[in-house]
DNA sequence: TCATCTTATCATAGAATTGTGAAAAACTTA
DNA sequence: TAAGTTTTTCACAATTCTATGATAAGATGA
């Protein structure tokens, strides 16, 4: 579970990290909007904890353009009640708020909340044979683990995820490459290819659509 | 949901724009007309939001343009009200409109009721045991798989998606095909006969109106 | 009914899309 | 850095789909 804490002031980052290091949480911070958004491309988050008053760039413009790298929860921190009304007016995807100042059982509890909430979906898809433990990153089929390449893995988890789900290309690519991938569409086929392969009997679940993309599809009662 | 805002007016466009990123939607921009169709030549745009007064091609101009070339909801922004009867009277396809000076709230609240009309849409057509799930890309009869080529499978979804509407071999091409396809008319002949063929009992479904076109024609209570 | 116009059907060439293997490029790790 | 992986790209093969035009069948109206 990686947090990422943002706020100008070096002495509520610190505050916060402190508290949350108890929990057993892995902590990052940023200073400023800005490096918050460079540290969301290069890594992954659990929750992004961000402060509304900063500097440069504020809270909402910082939420709106990591929300639209990433949908990963955030918390905010904000300076007076009165701001709750444009919170929930702007309707930012905002999971939570905490107002400061804040006592840090709350803020810690308020984490907890929504990260229990991930940790939940952090699942095991089971389709007969074919296994995907996600808490464990690993396939099996046929009680036989799979050594898949992680593009693979992640292709895989996409497709099973989006189960009877008919998704383009262009999907494809958005979702497991990355918003910012501009490469050939053709290079989904290339690892469909190879990840019908790994999968073995379990190949033919993933279905080409013509003139659309690849649709996962395994039914119970097969 | 990809959104092409249209206006002479920078600082509009980036009123406008702001609110729609918010709301996550795919934002792009044309300063006039001839821009605007051009864009719509090139993209599939959900909506598209027309200033009434431009220079060079004004709104209605343009509506009517680009209606020819796709069929996307259209949302008007006017300036006077007057202009209503005018908007309703020219009855150019027109999803909706906004005078100017609009609330950002309102003109956001129309663009959702436009675009989540078509999300469902993107749903289950059901037609007794006709069934088109556009999600999983699946036709059935009689919960029976159908196995459509890609062409069919548009078509099929234009004729359903316009029930009881009367459809010109132009409008087919046009909306099926794409706006540029220079073929022959005979062409949707053929693909009706194969699209019906494929539906069986349900082909009757589709009928010929002489010296125009088709129709797809299915009352529920049958 | 017949002449005329419109639509249905068919077979097939060639267009378009996907599958595949191999090589190049990018990235990791020791 | 170099070896080993992984990812991307490319070119061509395999497959599938589409457009077309000729002809048959059907509808229309005098």
């Known amino acids: 579970m ?3 804490v943002v706020d100008d002031e070096e002495l509520i980052r610190n505050v916060i990290k402190e508290y949350l290091l108890q929990e057993h949480f892995e902590v990052e911070e940023a200073s400023d909007g800005t490096e918050a958004i460079e540290k969301v491309k290069e890594s992954d988050y659990n929750l992004i904890i961000l402060d509304i008053m900063m500097p440069k760039k504020d809270g909402y413009q910082t939420v709106r353009e990591i929300k639209n790298i990433k949908d990963i929860p955030v918390l905010m921190l904000s300076a007076r009640s009165e701001e709750f009304d444009k919170l929930i007016g702007f309707d930012l995807g905002i999971d939570d708020y905490v107002t400061k100042p804040f006592s840090p059982k709350e803020l810690v509890a308020r984490v907890k909340a929504i990260t229990k909430r991930q940790e939940k979906s952090g699942n095991k898809y089971v389709f007969g044979e074919l296994i995907l433990d996600d808490v464990a990153h690993i396939v099996t089929v046929d009680s036989q683990e799979l050594s898949l390449t992680p593009k693979e893995y992640d292709l895989l988890k996409y497709f099973i995820s989006n189960n009877h789900i008919a998704l383009s290309r262009e999907q494809l690519l958005a979702n497991v490459w990355g918003y910012d991938f501009y490469g050939d569409d053709r290079t989904v086929d290339t690892h469909v290819k190879t990840l019908r392969h790994e999968l073995g009997e379990y190949g ?16 119970e009662s097969e």
Do not use: A, M
């Not at 033919?204 to 039914?219: A, L, M, P």
């Open 2 to 4: 990686k947090i990422l």
């Open 204 to 219: 033919k679940y993933i279905s080409t659509i013509r003139k659309v993309g690849y649709k996962f599809d395994y039914e």
